[in-house]
């Protein structure tokens, strides 16, 4: 069974950084592209970032671009999420998912703040 949690999640004040973590069980994470959305409140959910299976490629929305970091541990089964510069209008909860086949599997998502 596939399972995503997403953890690292927080109030940060403006400027800050976190760190978001994806731990996955029931799957190896470094055979499938792994993708960050976000949803903040009364928006749709949008990508934020994506990485690629195996030594693969990265990529990053326009507004994260240059302050976000996507990467994996593949010990850990693990991939994560640097965000530093941190705006208010990152302000969401965040979401990792993975697509493998015709099924897309979600975590439980992790609250973002950035307010001062």
């Known amino acids: 069974q596939v399972q995503l949690v997403e953890s690292g999640g927080g109030l940060v004040q403006p400027g800050g950084s976190l760190r978001l973590s994806c731990a996955a069980s029931g799957v190896t994470l470094d055979y499938y592209a792994i993708g960050w959305f976000r949803q903040a409140p009364g928006k749709e959910r949008e990508g934020v970032s994506c990485?690629?299976?195996?030594?693969?490629?990265?990529y990053y929305a326009d507004s994260v671009k240059g302050r976000f970091t996507i990467s994996r541990d593949n010990a850990k089964n693990t991939v994560y999420l640097q965000m530093n510069s941190l705006k208010p209008e990152d302000t969401a909860i965040y979401y990792c998912n993975v697509r493998i086949g015709s099924a897309v599997y979600w975590g439980q998502g992790t609250q973002v703040t950035v307010s001062s």
């Open positions: 990485i690629r299976s195996s030594g693969g490629s990265t």
